[in-house]
T-cell receptor, first 117, second 111 residues
């Protein structure tokens, strides 16, 4: 069964509104969560790394004030796309290493398809 | 991160074995070779990983060249559900590091 639950699986919103995406780890504590986005026909691009109880680290070119990440607990991380615009339409995916053991496989959520109209 | 090179696409007949190659000539001694796959409209899922020895699990086998500069993911009998993008990724031994995805190989399975 899924070890990472991501919600919602898809969302359509109007330009200028905000959207929150939740990522929950099931049966384990996720001290670190990675957020990716994927545009059509492209590969996954890392957006940010969040650690429980501290500020997220954003990749170059990703606006931290636009993509708000909260990782307040060991089982929940959220990504909020603020003032969404059509160019933010993408497939957003979270992942975690689970127990955080060195070189353990990553577990991924099933993704959230965001469409901004 | 050390880079990997994979063919853009491959095609297989159903019930046939599939060998997906990956070149990683700049691999370091502590890099593990990971394989993930992404089915349409889903997040990636872990397939297999290894360091030096060949590995087998219920999903696939991983054959690693003796010099570790290349590897091959083997699906023993392709099914239509195996149609996906397969990513070969090198990952160091440090924990809690993200995966860096390349373009992967898009596998098509023909009935």
């Amino acid at each position: 069964g899924a070890v990472v639950s991501q919600h919602p699986s898809w969302v359509i919103c109007k330009s200028g509104t905000s959207v929150k995406i939740e990522c929950r780890s099931l049966d384990f504590q996720a001290t670190t969560m990675f957020w990716y986005r994927q545009f059509p026909k492209q590969s996954l691009m890392l957006m940010a790394t969040s650690n429980e109880g501290s500020k997220a680290t954003y990749e170059q070119g990703v606006e931290k004030d636009k993509f708000l990440i909260n990782h307040a607990s060991l089982t929940l991380s959220t990504l909020t796309v603020t003032s969404a615009h059509p160019e933010d339409s993408s497939f957003y995916i979270c992942s975690t290493t689970g127990q955080g053991a060195a070189n353990s496989p990553l577990h991924f959520g099933n993704g959230t398809r965001l469409t901004v109209t | 991160d050390a880079k990997t090179t994979q063919p853009n696409s491959m095609e297989s007949n159903e019930e046939e074995p599939v060998h997906l190659p990956c070149n990683h000539s700049t691999i370091s001694g502590t890099d593990y070779i990971h394989w993930y796959r992404q089915l349409p409209s889903q997040g990636p899922e872990y397939v297999i990983h290894g360091l030096t020895s060949n590995v087998n699990n219920r999903m696939a086998s991983l054959a690693i060249a003796e010099d570790r500069k290349s590897s091959t993911l083997i699906l023993h009998r392709a099914t239509l559900r195996d149609a996906a993008v397969y990513y070969c990724i090198l990952r160091g031994r440090m924990g809690n590091t993200p995966l860096v995805f390349g373009k992967g190989t898009r596998l098509s399975v023909i009935a």
